[in-house]
C-alpha cells in the first residue's frame, strides 16, 4: 500500500509544517504585545517608584511585568494594563492601540499630560477604560464610540475640552460613563438616553455643559444619573420619570426652570433626589411629597412655592436629609417631621 504510506508522508509533513509555521506566528503575536509596551514604556519619562523597571528589551516574559496581566490562551496576548496611582509621568502613547486582546486598561492617577490617543478606539476588546486623574487633556476622540466593546469609561478629573462625542453618547455597550471634574462643554448629545440598554452610571458632574437635558427614551437600566454642577438649562424632561430603574438623581447647580416633573414619583425605588440651586418655580408635585423611597431630597434655592403637606412626616418617614430652604414656600412647618426618626 504506498499510496498509503505516502499520505501518512504528506500527513505528517503537514503537520509538523503546521505545527513550526503556528508557533513563529505565536511568537511574532506575542511579540507585537511586547514591542508595544516597550513603547509605551518609551513615553514615559518619570518612574519614581521604578514600577516599569521589569519592563526591559532584554526580559522577553512581559507576562510578568509590573501591571501587566496576559490571557491563559496561547500566544500568550496582554488582555490587562493596570498602573493605577503609579505616579508614572510622561505621555500616553498610541503604541497601545496594538495591544489587540487588551479588556481592561488604567492608568488613573498619573501624570500624563497630553491627549487620549485615538487608537484606544480601535481596540477590539477593550472593556474598561480608567484615565480619571492623569492630566490629560484635549477631546475625548470620536473613536471611542466606534468600540463595540467598551463598557465602563472613566475620564473623571481631568482637563478635557470639547464635548461628548456623539458616536460615544450613542455606543450600545456603554454601561458607566464617568466624566465628571473637566471643563467639557457644548450640549449633552440628545442620543445619550435613547435606546440604551446598558446604561447605569451617568456622571457628568462639574463640567460646562449647556443647553436642555436630553429626553429619555427606552433607558431601562439607569440606576445613577449625576448632572450637577453644569449650565443646563430650560425645563427638566418629563420622560426623565420613565427611568424606573433609578436609585439616584442629582441635577443641582444648573440653570433649570420650569415646573418639577409630577412624573419623578413614577420612580418607586428612587433615594436620592437632589433639584437645587436651580431657577424652578411651581409648587412641589403633592406625589413627590408621598415618595416613600426617598432618603435624600433637596429643592433647596429655587424660587418654589405652596405649603409643606402635614403629612410629610409619616409619607416621608425615611428621609436622613431634606433640604427645603431658600425658596418661597408659605405656611407652617409640619408637626409630623417628629415622626421622620432617620432626618
Ligand atoms: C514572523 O516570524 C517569521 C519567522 O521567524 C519572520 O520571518 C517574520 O519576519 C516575522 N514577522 C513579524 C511581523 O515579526
Ligand atoms: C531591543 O533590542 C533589540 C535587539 O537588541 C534592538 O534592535 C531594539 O532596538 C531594542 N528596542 C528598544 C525599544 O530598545
Ligand atoms: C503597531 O505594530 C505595527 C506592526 O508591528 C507597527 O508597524 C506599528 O507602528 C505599531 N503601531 C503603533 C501605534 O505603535
Ligand atoms: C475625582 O476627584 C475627587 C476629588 O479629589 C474624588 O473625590 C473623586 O473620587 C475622583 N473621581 C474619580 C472618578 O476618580
Ligand atoms: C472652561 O472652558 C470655558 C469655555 O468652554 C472657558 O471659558 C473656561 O475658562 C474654562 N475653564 C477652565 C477652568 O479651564
Ligand atoms: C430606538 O429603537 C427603536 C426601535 O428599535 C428605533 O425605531 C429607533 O429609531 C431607535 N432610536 C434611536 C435614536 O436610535
Ligand atoms: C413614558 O413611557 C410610556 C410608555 O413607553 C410612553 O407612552 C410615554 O409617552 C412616556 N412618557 C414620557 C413623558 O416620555
Ligand atoms: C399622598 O399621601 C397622602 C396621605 O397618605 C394622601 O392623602 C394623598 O392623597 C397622597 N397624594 C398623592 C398625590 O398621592
Given amino acids: 500500500m504506498p499510496s498509503l504510506l505516502s499520505l501518512l508522508c504528506i500527513l505528517l509533513s503537514l503537520f509538523s509544517f503546521d505545527t513550526s509555521a503556528l508557533a513563529a506566528s505565536q511568537a511574532n503575536m506575542s511579540e507585537i504585545d511586547r514591542q508595544a509596551l516597550l513603547c509605551f514604556k518609551s513615553g514615559i519619562s518619570f518612574d519614581p517608584f521604578g514600577i516599569l523597571h521589569s519592563w526591559s528589551n532584554g526580559s522577553l516574559n512581559f507576562c510578568s511585568w509590573k501591571g501587566v496581566t496576559c490571557g491563559k490562551k496561547i500566544p500568550p496576548r496582554v488582555v490587562s494594563l493596570d498602573l493605577t496611582s503609579a505616579r508614572l509621568g510622561g505621555r500616553l502613547s498610541g503604541c497601545v492601540g496594538n495591544l489587540t486582546f487588551l479588556s481592561l486598561m488604567n492608568l488613573a492617577d498619573n501624570y500624563l499630560p497630553g491627549t487620549i490617543p485615538g487608537e484606544l478606539g480601535k481596540l477590539p476588546n477593550l472593556h474598561t477604560l480608567n484615565l480619571a486623574g492623569s492630566?490629560?487633556?484635549?477631546?475625548?476622540?470620536?473613536?471611542?464610540?466606534?468600540?463595540?466593546?467598551?463598557?465602563?469609561?472613566?475620564?473623571?478629573?481631568?482637563?478635557?475640552?470639547?464635548?461628548?462625542?456623539?458616536?460615544?453618547?450613542?455606543?450600545?455597550?456603554?454601561?458607566?460613563?464617568?466624566?465628571?471634574?473637566?471643563?467639557?462643554?457644548?450640549?449633552?448629545?440628545?442620543?445619550?438616553?435613547?435606546?440604551?440598554?446598558?446604561?447605569?452610571?451617568?456622571?457628568?458632574?462639574?463640567?460646562?455643559?449647556?443647553?436642555?437635558?436630553?429626553?429619555?427614551?427606552?433607558?431601562?437600566?439607569?440606576?445613577?444619573?449625576?448632572?450637577?454642577?453644569?449650565?443646563?438649562?430650560?425645563?427638566?424632561?418629563?420622560?426623565?420619570?420613565?427611568?424606573?430603574?433609578?436609585?439616584?438623581?442629582?441635577?443641582?447647580?444648573?440653570?433649570?426652570?420650569?415646573?418639577?416633573?409630577?412624573?419623578?414619583?413614577?420612580?418607586?425605588?428612587?433615594?436620592?433626589?437632589?433639584?437645587?440651586?436651580?431657577s424652578l418655580s411651581g409648587s412641589v408635585p403633592s406625589s413627590i411629597y408621598n415618595m416613600t423611597s426617598l432618603r435624600y431630597f433637596s429643592v433647596g434655592s429655587n424660587t418654589l412655592v405652596g405649603q409643606i403637606p402635614s403629612h410629610i412626616g409619616y409619607s416621608l418617614s425615611n428621609l436622613q436629609l431634606l433640604i427645603l430652604g431658600s425658596n418661597r414656600l408659605k405656611g407652617l412647618i409640619p408637626a409630623s417631621l417628629a415622626n421622620m426618626l432617620n432626618l
Fill in 135 to 278: 492630566n490629560l487633556e484635549g477631546n475625548i476622540p470620536e473613536s471611542l464610540g466606534t468600540s463595540n466593546s467598551l463598557s465602563y469609561v472613566n475620564l473623571a478629573n481631568n482637563s478635557l475640552t470639547g464635548g461628548i462625542p456623539v458616536s460615544l453618547a450613542n455606543s450600545v455597550s456603554l454601561s458607566t460613563l464617568i466624566l465628571s471634574r473637566n471643563n467639557l462643554s457644548g450640549e449633552i448629545p440628545s442620543v445619550l438616553f435613547d435606546n440604551s440598554s446598558k446604561l447605569t452610571v451617568v456622571d457628568l458632574q462639574k463640567n460646562s455643559f449647556t443647553g436642555p437635558i436630553p429626553h429619555f427614551h427606552t433607558v431601562t437600566t439607569l440606576k445613577f444619573l449625576c448632572l450637577t454642577e453644569n449650565f443646563l438649562s430650560r425645563s427638566i424632561p418629563p420622560s426623565l420619570g420613565n427611568v424606573s430603574s433609578l436609585s439616584s438623581i442629582f441635577l443641582g447647580q444648573n440653570r433649570l426652570s420650569g415646573l418639577i416633573p409630577e412624573t419623578l414619583s413614577h420612580i418607586t425605588k428612587l433615594l436620592e433626589l437632589d433639584l437645587s440651586f436651580n
